[in-house]
């Protein structure tokens, strides 16, 4: 997997996904962190994780605070909040994210195969090493995109 | 442009069901009455007992059956076959719509959805 990936291209179409995304489905602008960001100062973290099994082995996670989250489908689902059911918001924005990054990094045609994303809760330890991540900041929230290495068998 | 009376949308996640629905209203496509359904078991027990859906809007990636099985069997059955099917997925390409098509899939958009995507993939009709 180390050999497939590009970390510096990786990251930056990671950021490129990850604007797309925020931008298409919640109408929010994700720009590039200024200066040196790291996901351990989040408060009140979210973390939800999507395993890719085709083009390569990883994982692609999603990290940011609850109150993005809530930001998110208070904006989505406006008069019908009582309707937002599994707050899965951010588990469909980390699955378009993950289809646009792979589409971005391997073409358009290349054969992609995904588990369901899922959130990531307690301390569950970090799976593998990270590849590349990309440090956004969503209208003022810290929002990361962080590949790992992952192998997985299927 | 083609009206629809009911329509089912099938997909795991609420925010993109309720996205898919905002997204066809958006675009003026008239529909009577919406239906949904979690994953493709529940959307052939809706298909099943919902004689009156007459456009199935649906995910690929799915838990206990997926969007691929569900068409398959759905397009398999003569008293269903004959309802269109638009497919919605994160990962759709030229070779997974290539596929879909060859089930009978009327067309493929790959998300995230828009007004614009879903008024060209079903107002057309």
Request: glycine residues 8%; negative net charge.
């Amino acid at each position: 997997m180390n050999d497939t990936i590009d970390p510096g291209r990786a990251a930056a179409l990671l950021m490129e996904a990850l604007s797309s995304t925020f931008a298409d489905l919640a109408f929010i602008d994700v720009e590039p962190a200024a200066g040196a960001a790291s996901e351990k100062d989040i408060v009140s973290p979210l973390r939800a994780a999507i395993d890719v099994l085709k083009p390569v082995s990883c994982r692609l996670e999603i990290s940011c605070p609850a109150g993005l989250r809530d930001r998110i489908e208070a904006i989505l689902f406006q008069d019908k909040i009582e309707e937002r059911g599994e707050q899965d918001s951010l588990l469909e924005i980390l699955n378009v994210v993950a289809g646009q990054f792979l589409t971005l990094y391997f073409g358009a045609g290349t054969d992609v195969k995904l588990e369901l994303p899922q959130y990531l809760y307690l301390a569950e330890p970090d799976e593998g090493a990270i590849l590349a991540q990309a440090a956004g900041d969503a209208e003022g929230e810290p929002v990361f995109a962080t590949l790992r290495s992952v192998r997985y068998r299927y | 442009m083609k009206s629809y009376g009911t329509v089912l949308i099938v997909d795991d996640s609420s925010t993109s069901r309720m996205i898919i629905q905002r997204c066809i209203q958006m675009a003026g496509v008239p529909v009577e009455n919406y239906l949904f359904a979690e994953n493709g078991l529940d959307a052939m027990a809706a298909l099943k007992g919902h004689a009156e859906i007459d456009l199935v809007v649906t995910d690929i990636n799915m838990p206990k059956m997926d969007g691929r099985t569900f068409t398959t069997i759905m397009k398999g059955d003569a008293g269903m076959a004959g309802k269109p099917v638009i497919i919605v997925s994160s990962i759709a390409d030229s070779a997974l719509e290539a596929e879909l098509r060859s089930l009978g899939v009327q067309a493929v958009v790959k998300k995230p959805v828009s007004p614009a995507k879903m008024l060209q993939a079903i107002g057309g009709e």
